[in-house]
């Protein structure tokens, strides 16, 4: 019996000319489309991923390199809103699965920022390279309550070694050491100006702990706190030096629960 004949496949047709000509048009206009990509993109992106608190106002330039005025405030339908007193300005250049960023301030940041960002698969990282900054404590009363009542004055010093974030199925990571010097502050709840200058250390870890200390002046500060799973839990308490005790009344009753002649300061 003859075998039957199976059924030949058509070569396969080459594809026009006018087909790769339309892909690589296509291909070029998407290229020239995020090379252009406009500067509002990444104010747009940063209101949502901070709840509207932090704002880059007037963007100008292209995601790439571009300049914004940045505004903290206190959220969606807070009326609370400061403004740092120089624009912003960024670089971004495309990184193996990320991006380095670039960040300079005239009047905070005496070297300009370096941030390299990477994604994974259900995971991210940032990297913060060692730097120094200095910005002005004014601008946290932008953030609502309670630093629109403490309405802060003074110099905030800004030191990172080795900060290393990273976000892998949602849990948070952090290695390094952020120190932050709050210099020669001062609230419109005391007379006193300065009131003192105080540090805040975070050394990251399996746990990462947080520490507060008075450097100096008449407003004493101190605590300590430990992240538990995701969570902040930190206790410290406040006073006033002797014979400073009615200067710093007021502003003792705002920062924490009084107890005697202290405020004890919980969070988490």
């Not at 489309?33 to 949502?48: D, E, F, G, Q």
């Not at 390199?65 to 495309?94: C, E, I, K, M, Y």
């Not at 905070?108 to 698969?121: S, V």
């Not at 004493?220 to 995701?230: A, I």
Request: charged letters at 10%; a positive charge; aromatic letters at 4%.
């Amino acid at each position: 019996m003859p075998r039957p004949l199976r059924p030949t496949r058509p070569a396969p047709t080459a594809r026009p000319p006018w087909a790769w000509a339309l892909t690589g048009a296509c291909l070029g206009a998407l290229c020239i489309a995020i090379a252009a990509a406009p500067a509002r993109w990444l104010a747009t992106a940063v209101a949502r991923a901070s709840g509207g608190q932090v704002l880059l106002h007037d963007a100008r330039g292209t995601l790439w390199n571009g300049s914004a005025q940045p505004v903290l405030t206190g959220g969606p339908g807070s009326q609370d809103s400061a403004a740092l007193p120089a624009r912003l300005h960024w670089r971004v250049r495309p990184a193996w699965l990320g991006a380095r960023v670039q960040l300079h301030v005239d009047c905070c940041t005496p070297a300009p920022l370096q941030l390299h960002a990477r994604l994974g698969w259900r995971s991210a990282q940032l990297q913060l390279a060692d730097g120094r900054s200095q910005w002005p404590a004014a601008i946290l009363a932008g953030l609502g309550t309670p630093w629109n009542t403490l309405q802060p004055q003074g110099q905030l010093q800004l030191a990172t070694q080795g900060l290393n974030a990273s976000w892998t199925q949602g849990r948070l990571q952090l290695q390094g050491r952020v120190q932050l010097d709050a210099l020669a502050m001062s609230s419109r709840l005391s007379t006193l100006q300065p009131m003192g200058s105080y540090r805040l250390s975070l050394q990251g870890g399996e746990a990462p702990t947080l520490n507060l200390a008075t450097l100096d002046g008449a407003l004493l500060l101190s605590g300590s706190g430990q992240w538990v799973g995701q969570r902040l839990r930190f206790t410290g308490e406040a006073s006033a030096a002797p014979g400073r005790e009615a200067a710093l009344a007021n502003l003792l009753n705002i920062i924490g629960r009084r107890s005697g002649a202290r405020s004890i300061i919980t969070v988490g």
